[in-house]
């Protein structure tokens, strides 16, 4: 079955970096798009960067463009989310997230467009 397994999160400071990394096992990794999202307590699950299947195509959300990078290594079914200049207002539990397609579009926002999802790691930034 497939499996998204989630980790590199923590408690880091203001202006610190992360680097999350999510391995997937029991898929075609390289057929599919792939995409992170973030959940802050209380909050709805928000779209935070997506990556098509050769990594070709990005898109991120307006909150973290220049500050995150979205990258995958298809030979180690891996996909990842560089963190830098880390915020309190980035503090949430990460998941990523097989997308249904192996694109990157207009849709990419939506949860509904990904069928997969790990159990997330959590991510904490103090001021």
């Known amino acids: 079955q497939v499996q998204l397994v989630e980790s590199g999160g923590g408690l880091v400071q203001a202006g610190d970096s992360l680097r999350l990394s999510c391995a997937a096992s029991?898929?075609?990794?390289?057929?599919?798009?792939m995409g992170w999202f973030r959940q802050a307590p209380g909050k709805e699950r928000d779209f935070v960067a997506a990556?098509?299947?050769?990594?070709?195509?990005?898109h991120y959300a307006n909150s973290v463009k220049g500050r995150f990078t979205i990258s995958r290594d298809n030979t180690k079914n891996t996909v990842y989310l560089q963190m830098n200049n880390l915020q309190p207002v980035d503090t949430a539990v990460y998941y990523c997230?097989?997308?249904?397609?192996?694109?990157?579009?207009?849709?990419?926002?939506?949860?509904?467009?990904?069928?997969?999802w790990g159990q997330g790691t959590q991510v904490t930034v103090s001021s």
């Open positions: 029991g898929l075609p990794f390289s057929t599919y798009a």
């Open positions: 997230a097989k997308n249904r397609g192996n694109g990157v579009g207009a849709g990419d926002q939506m949860l509904s467009e990904y069928d997969y």
């Open positions: 990556i098509s299947r050769r990594g070709v195509s990005i």
